[in-house]
């Protein structure tokens, strides 16, 4: 049995008369010290996904039906004080903007230990022992001395190394990590990113990174799940989609980076954009977008096909163009 | 390319922007911020200059510098040969038609109480009062064509836009008056992949049909390389190197750009494989002696902590570090 299974999880925000949807029956597993991503764009319900495994979502959003498992509970059944337990305990996460995350009131050193605290019966001494020891392992330099720093003393990217070292203080089994580099510099990205990579592995622990930032989810993830207003479109194993994508959006983004391109030339775009919530097409969702949709994709709603390691929810899979990289992959 | 287009459009020379620093008889003592120190760079007509480096590095500080949104402390900027650092407002009202900026928010940078119409007449109302009505209408349907908009855009406001075809609203009015010359200041960096694809798309097709010179602020290396034809690193105020595009990213020369090309993610499986840099960017506030670099660069030697390297030619790119200099590298 897989650590994290989510089943046919569907997500509902009611607003007065109408009620949107925001995610059409999404199912994922994650195993033990697996890294899974799930990528794209703004409003394709990567976050509320995410946010939906540990009950996050913002009132009056709701799961409407589908399963959450984790280690065999259906954590969208569990109580408050129950998935309090779960929450920051055996499942962390790690947010975009971690200046928002972090207390400004607090010290490093008091938001730690009042984490170990709430988790652990673990005496002060001892609580203090380990989070230095967590800011040791995320390369912080004089851990000692930065318990005592507040987080605007900090730059951001030590800053989300500190929210990194928060995650991992009560040895997590799975770090759901939103956008965790969106906003900082690529020099500091590249060094959380290696750094995260780097602890999931020596820790075994499982992640879930969402992101739109395509190679990042090649250098970080073992699978990678593409979304597209509300439902997978495409899922696998990260390497085989990003070398041979088969469903038209992922191509799509896929070709519109400028490093698949051929420089000077013009990039290749997707039409329009991504549907609001409230006004999702019949039949597949990108039909209005896709190139090769035909009167069927405005009728019948594609299933996810073809083996485990790699499926794609689209009907036209077999009749499409072969996938050739330009541009620096080439 | 003909003799004109490698004519220079816009110069840089020496411009250097200080914040701060003055204290008054109500007014606390401020730290001084050097942001720019000794900039010098030359915008020829016809460039896609690319103007990248990380956050607090002076990019924005340099372009707003030029477009006049906050004269430099010192040095000058020249357009067309003419020093414009220094004129009014009203002096300068004939390079404001010819140079115009687009910014990187464009939910901050499109006034919410005005129509699309009333965003893109504005301009030619204020620089052309003898056009008549039907006049401004003709053209603002013109270039709202010209970028891909739908012309009934032209009664709504923006907040019933997403943000790409605000971001294009912003080029449109960038390109009311006809500009030789256009400021983007991370015109891409706040949308999707996929749009960042059409306004990028549309940036170019608006340089090919009106000869436009663009200098492009990004954070992002992937688009300089596909977009730009120029391209000046830049860190902490400092331009540390200067090259054509297809040079700089074949063979990049300053320790700096090495890291900061090193660390750009790649899809080809290779994982994250970076440059690492040891410790953190300081501040301008407090800006190290010698190359604003050393305290980083793996290469640095006394030399380095003492005297500041300037650009220097050597073949493909520019690049100011005494490394490369003495091939210590």
Redesign the interface.
Known sequence: MALLEVKDLQVEFPLGRKTLKALHGVSFSLEKGERLGIVG??GAGKSVAAFSILNLLTRPGRISAGEVRFEGRDLSKLSADEMRQIRGNRISMIFQDPMMTLNPVLTIGTQMIECLKAHRDISDKEAKELAIARLRDVMIPSPEKRMDSYPHEL????RQRVVIAIALLTDPSIIIADEPTTAL???????I??LM?DLCKTNNVGLILIT?????V???TEKMIVMYAGRIVEQGET?DI??NPKHPYTR???K????E?L??A??????G??PSLDAIPVGCAFNPRCDFADENCCKNLPELAGPIAHQAACTKIDTLPEFTAVG??K | MSELAHSPLVEIENVEQRFGGSSGFLSPSQPLVKALNSVSLTINKGDSFCLVGESGCGKSTLARAVIGLNPPTAGHIKYQGNRIDNLSTRERQPYTRKMQMVFQNPYASLNPRMTVAQTLQEPLQIHFPTMSRAEIEAKVEEVMLSVGNDPSWLERYPHEFSGGQRQRISIARALMLDPEFIVADEPISALDVSIQAQVLNVMMEAQESRNLTYLFITHDLSVVEHFGNRVAVMYLGTVCELADTKNLFATPRHPYTQALLSAVPKMDGSGVNHVKMSGEVPTAMDLPSGCVFHTRCPYANDRCKREIPKLKDNGDTQTACFAVEEGRL
Request: glycine content about 8%.
């Open positions: 764009e703004s730059s951001g990217g030590m510099d690529v020099t500091i990205q590249a060094e990113m290696s990579l739109h930032d395509l190679a990042v090649s250098q970080v390497q990003i070398n799509g983004l896929i519109a980076l400028p490093q391109n420089p000077g013009r990039l290749n775009q997707i039409r954009s991504m620096a992959r």
